[in-house]
């Protein structure tokens, strides 16, 4: 890239948010109209709505407008920092198919959504305008999977490759928000947002220069400056696609936004920043986390979900960061573990009832030699069968030898 154009200077962006006429309200600052200013009674080109002779002019005139979010104090409904309250416990799901049985089906769209994300950052990459039309499909699909078992798709996410990372933790953070959001009880059309939301959200790395993405070690202040141009850039990708809702955007544009208002780009606090974006900036830190890049190795999720909880509060939200601790569960689905036995194995499903209890193929004794395989769910022990098996830590991806997506590859019907 030439030099000239890895400057990290912040374009002239606002956070602007499509309204309809009918969605405006008094406090809202209108920096453009549906139609030329001069077209208008108003003197400014840009002013807050202080008046109802104002209001009703706008909502007469125009069918609709662009509000500047900094510098409102009233929002649409659709852009407000949702109450978490008002999103929970819409609807309790039901496991209806074992985890074996939701395989195949989650890997077809796990595979057919990494395509089709694969091939919008191609094209973000390449300046051709994207759609996001065939993204949604796949959210679709990978909605209905979690649905009826939120084990496979997840168990998916944690078959990481460096060289895909970007895709990849695009596709995850979709599936994982979509999965969050099944734990929080919210309805279908929220689980679709939640999903496109979080697919969508880093095309803006498209645009940043790969030398300074992929840099092993520390950024200069002015490598880093350029990275946080990725927002920006996001929005004005995804603007192309004129079907996308806002949350969509506002998501791409604000997931590095934190409540204590020290986040980027714009220094947002909490309350400006809605239900959506909140799950997304959540979701895509667990999966940078427990990711394998170029310039760093993997945590586990034990440890993602300690630094999470250490900085809720300033950088996520508080009760979504305790509610996403409860989702994911100290052994998730894919997990590798040591067992107290010594043994070694591979998390299939977790345990709804207790999640310190999940299933568990064992294919390592406790010599840490391969072994003929076993399933063990560890809630159905007796006390007859002895001293109860637990889980004594969760290990990396490839400890012992034992790889996940090979696991994988020799369990199910699916070629990977």
Known sequence: MPEDSQKSKVPEVTQTLKVSADQIRLGMYISKLDRSWLETPFLFQGFQVENENDLETLRRICDFVYIDVLKSYYLPEKSRSHPITDK?????YKIKHAVEKEIDRAFRSYSGAKSAIGELLERAKTGQSVSAKNVHGYV???????EANPSALMWLTRIKHADQYTAEHCLNVGVLAIAFGRHLGVDKADLEMLGLCGMLHDVGK??????????PGRLSAEEFD???LHPFYAKEILEEDKTLPIEVLA???SHHERPDGKGYPHGLRADAVDFYTKVVSIVDAYDAITSRRCYSHSETSATALKILYENAGSQFDEKLVVKFIECIGVFPPGALVELSSGEVGVVLAANPGNRLQPT???????NKNPTQQRIVRLQDQSKEDGPPIRIRQVL???????????FTKNNVRIQL
């Open 206 to 215: 498209m645009r940043v220069s790969p030398d300074i993405l992929n840099k």
């Open 251 to 253: 998501a791409a544009l």
């Open 396 to 406: 990396i991806d490839g400890a012992y030898g034992i790889e996940l997506e090979l």
């Open 140 to 146: 679709k699909e990978c909605v209905n999977s979690i």
């Open 88 to 92: 929970l416990n819409k609807k309790a």
């Open 226 to 228: 350029h990275i946080k």
């Open 360 to 366: 568990v193929a064992i294919v390592r004794d406790k």
